[in-house]
């Protein structure tokens, strides 16, 4: 990702105060509540040649800024930059507001200089809980969100997950036109011709999702967004989107290089990777999963292009919602134009245990090879090392055989997997049900 | 000669607004007009046990006055200084009794720190068996040995200039208070006194052998010099309840038998809440310095008590020029000081503010002198600062204070604006109060 390097001007303060300042400085800076992301972003963009940015989060790191306060490569000052009072609940942050100012004395011998995001609706109780240490700021920067004008494409992604996220929001935010144009377009994700409300509800979830995404493979680690990758899958709380639609005609256009499968919603919707859902002929809800749809070409004239641009002529279609919940994982056993319940339905007819949809399981909660080792550590404990074959093969292929080996897939185990990923008991009920006969307890 | 951008860089310095002045900064130190030091250091002459409140506005310069104080008197007298924001963790929570007991362990660690002198076993001892019946039902273990390295002596620069009182201080409690970290200053410090005592009442006995060993102590400092207690840090207790805890529902701040100043919060120039801590202590209003002719009528304020006023802020701007080798005349092109001095109110820590900004000002404009037009825009931004957090009820009430020169003591926002700086009290005998004059413009009269 390209960065510019220019500080907005509404930042120019901070700046001069790390220019001027040899010892100890504070700076406060004030906000719309989710900027913090951004503002450190275009400091760090802008400063980090000249200073060591180090980012502690009250909520995360508590009240012991030590470390934080001593550390640093001895070369370049270090700028600590402080956020987390606008995530905690209000008992909670004014108690570490007040202890905050009781604190103030002992931050002052160190050279660290320190920029407090506050979030602009905070400030009038800061001043009165922390009275002291407000008075040693040497400035405050009030923040607009017009004062951070957006010049990368990382600029744009964090303000897109910071105007779009937050997994606890009801209901979809309002976006005017050019944002959805920007998003639509930024994204080649073409949705014309539906209704304004629901292009905010499509849009919105599609921005978010592309945007963490990227974030999260190519942006700075330190964000706080970074950190709050599960937000993500709340996602899968948004409304499937019933389109109305015939999914052999659907079928037909699908590009031939993309993994698809159209499965009774019911069954797809614990599954769910990336897809539509629809309601054929028969008004039975389907859901088209359409793995790898985000690694198409949808450039006009190429078989993606079209599949778009067919979608978008389907303007009497009632689009509700783009389901788009999950990283792209590549599907392990997956068996293109096959649908899933038949995949099912043969693996009971043929008496063998379901493998593909357990492989399929682990290898969508369990993406990388350090969640595999965690998954082995979990279920084999110490003995983890002694079980390990000594061949070289790859992290997943062990923990197959190891599975196969001890007998381990039973109740308990799903129970195990459900502890591990709590947030995905419903998949994991799913797949045992399938793979069990019955209902994991 | 324009000033240099290192020279820019020194200046931005010297008015660090984070930078306390302490006793080693002895050379800044500029004595205001009706400094309340030398008051006191004359009452003490007569009153050998007199307890004295000073109050006044946040960064009004209490604690430099304090120190001021303690650097007039430390010839004649064994001066205990105790900072207790150093020495606790949470002082919003500390009890009476507990400030009593901190009283005597510093005069404990003075003595042995400044005057080479122990305290006898047995005194300490009976100071700790004293204590213990007050500790209620927690669970708290009393540590001597922690207590005693804990406690923070802000008077240890009297004995030792340019030690470093808040390094030296937080190093002792760190030592004390964070055995856990490992040699690491515990940022964060757990207090092993601060809001572990039971309510106590006036007279009980527990209480009276808790005076008792405390003035047992302080009676064997006065075999070194007559000791005198200076407690710094109350002042920032912010609620209401906790601060009439202190000084009006109880007695107990006002128990040793020796004098005691403490530095309180800016409320207690409020006659309501001075009422009840009056008959035990003697207030001593810290007021701000007088740069202009107040708007109230019959306020009487001669030329040159305001001449006066202006030229201690003055040399409290040229003192610290002078650390970077200049002069007033060459950092100020025009009158833009004298418009900063006007607008700080006379509240020391916002000239340093002002100061502090306008100096960044011209860095970033690398101008060669601070002109009119920076030192408008540096009292722009810190006028921003405060209009930020107003709201109607706050100017209701500054409009009030405009109109009768006193807050109107409804509800919190009377307290609420004098602890936060909006309402600066001034004497000229009699005490008036006007809001802050960054704030004029925007407040009508009733």
């Known amino acids: ?441 | 000669m324009a000033v240099t951008l290192e020279q820019w860089k020194q200046l931005y310095a010297a008015f660090n607004p984070s930078q306390r002045l302490e006793l080693s900064d002895a050379d800044l130190f500029v004595e205001r007009p009706g400094a309340i030091a030398h008051e006191i250091a004359a009452d003490l002459q007569l009153e050998t046990a007199g307890k004295w409140v000073v109050c006044g506005s946040m960064g009004s310069g209490k604690s430099s006055e304090l120190a001021h104080l303690g650097g007039i008197l430390q010839h004649d007298y064994a001066v205990i200084g105790l900072d207790l924001p150093n020495t606790v963790a949470s002082i919003d929570r500390i009890q009476p009794a507990e400030v009593l007991f901190l009283i005597g362990i510093a005069a404990v660690r003075a003595a042995a720190d400044l005057w080479s002198h122990k305290i006898s076993d047995a005194a300490i001892q009976q100071l700790f068996s004293a204590l213990k019946p007050l500790l209620g039902e927690t669970n708290f273990e009393l540590q001597p040995s922690e207590i005693l390295q804990g406690v923070a002596l802000f008077a240890a620069n009297v004995a030792a200039p340019g030690a470093g009182a808040v390094t030296g201080a937080v190093g002792a409690a760190a030592r004390a208070l964070g055995g856990a970290v490992k040699g690491r200053m515990p940022l964060r410090r757990p207090s092993p006194l601060n809001g572990v005592t039971r309510p106590v009442h006036d007279g009980e006995p527990d209480l009276v052998h808790l005076q008792e060993a405390v003035d047992r102590i302080l009676d064997e400092v006065a075999t070194v010099r007559t000791p005198i207690v200076l407690v710094d840090g109350l002042d920032k207790i912010q609620e209401l309840t906790s601060i009439r805890r202190l000084f009006s529902t109880s007695r107990i701040l006002s128990l040793p038998k020796r004098a005691v100043v403490y530095t309180g919060p800016i409320t207690l120039m409020l006659g309501t809440e001075w009422q009840a801590a009056g008959s035990q202590f003697q207030r001593q209003r810290l007021t701000n310095v007088v740069t202009r002719r107040p708007e109230l009528p019959g306020i009487t304020l001669t030329d040159v008590k305001i001449a006066a006023g202006r030229t201690s802020l003055q040399q409290v701007i040229a003192k610290r020029l002078a650390l970077a080798g200049l002069d007033t005349a060459t950092v100020f092109a025009d009158d833009g000081v004298d418009l900063l001095i006007e607008t700080s109110g006379g509240l020391l820590r916002d000239l340093i503010h002002l100061v502090n900004r306008t100096v960044r000002i011209a860095f970033a404009q690398k101008a060669p002198h601070v002109t009119r037009a920076i030192a408008e825009d540096a009292v722009s931004e810190l006028r921003k600062e405060y209009e930020i957090t107003m709201n109607g009820r706050r100017r209701e009430e500054l409009a009030y204070v405009r109109e009768h020169g006193e807050p109107s003591g409804k509800g919190d926002v009377s307290p609420e604006l004098l602890l936060g700086g909006y309402i600066l009290p001034y004497s000229n005998g009699r005490i008036w109060f006007e809001p802050h004059p960054i704030l004029r413009e925007g407040v009508a009269r009733t």
């Open chain 1, 1 to 441: 990702m390209n960065e510019g390097a220019r500080l907005p001007p509404a930042l120019g303060p901070i700046a001069e105060v790390l220019a001027l300042a040899d010892s100890f400085a504070l700076c406060i800076v004030t906000g719309p509540r989710d900027r913090r992301d951004s503002v450190y972003l275009r400091l760090t963009s802008s400063l980090s040649e000249e200073f060591e940015l180090v980012r502690h989060r009250l909520d995360r790191d508590g009240l012991d800024f030590f470390d934080v306060l001593t550390g640093g490569d001895g070369i370049h000052p270090r700028v600590v930059f402080i956020s987390g009072l606008e995530r905690m609940s209000d008992a909670t942050r004014r108690d570490v507001t007040v202890r905050l100012n009781l604190l103030r004395d002992s931050w002052a011998p160190h050279p660290a200089r320190v920029i407090l995001w506050l979030p602009a609706w905070g400030l009038r109780e800061f001043r009165k809980l922390a009275p002291d240490l407000f008075h040693w700021r040497s400035c405050l920067v009030p923040l607009h969100d017009a004062d951070l004008p957006i010049g990368t494409e990382t600029e744009y992604l964090v303000w897109a997950c910071e105007r779009y996220g937050g997994a606890r929001e009801s209901g979809p935010a309002p976006v005017d036109a050019i944002e959805i144009r920007r998003i639509a377009d930024g994204h080649r994700t073409i949705y014309t011709g539906f209704s304004f409300m629901e292009r905010n509800q499509v849009l919105r979830t599609v921005a978010r999702y592309l945007a963490m995404v990227r974030l999260q493979a190519e942006g700075p680690a330190d964000l706080d967004l970074t950190s709050r990758a599960g937000d993500v899958y709340q996602l899968e709380a948004s409304p499937p989107l019933p389109l109305l639609l015939d999914a052999a005609d659907l079928a037909g256009r699908l590009p031939p290089d993309l993994d698809w499968n159209i499965i009774t919603r019911a069954a797809g919707i614990p599954l769910s990777a990336q897809g539509i859902t629809l309601l054929d002929r028969a008004n039975q809800e389907v859901l088209v999963l359409l793995e790898g749809i985000d690694r198409l070409d949808l450039s006009p004239g190429t078989p993606g292009g079209n599949l778009w641009e067919w979608l978008d002529r389907q303007r009497h279609l009632r689009v509700v919602a783009f389901v788009a919940t999950y990283p792209p994982l590549p599907l392990l056993g997956w068996t293109r134009r096959r649908p899933l319940s038949e995949e099912i339905e043969s693996s009971r007819a043929s008496g063998a245990p379901p493998d593909v949809l357990l492989r399929r399981l682990l290898h969508d909660l369990f993406p990388r090879p350090s969640d595999v080792f965690l998954l082995m550590e979990h279920l084999f404990g110490a003995e983890v090392a002694q079980l390990l074959p000594a061949e070289p093969l790859d992290a997943r292929t062990k923990l197959e055989g190891l599975l196969r080996r001890r007998a381990l897939i039973d109740a308990g185990f799903f129970e195990q997997l459900k502890a591990l990923r709590p947030a995905h008991s419903k998949l994991i009920d799913f797949v045992a049900r399938e793979y069990l006969g019955a209902p994991a307890r």
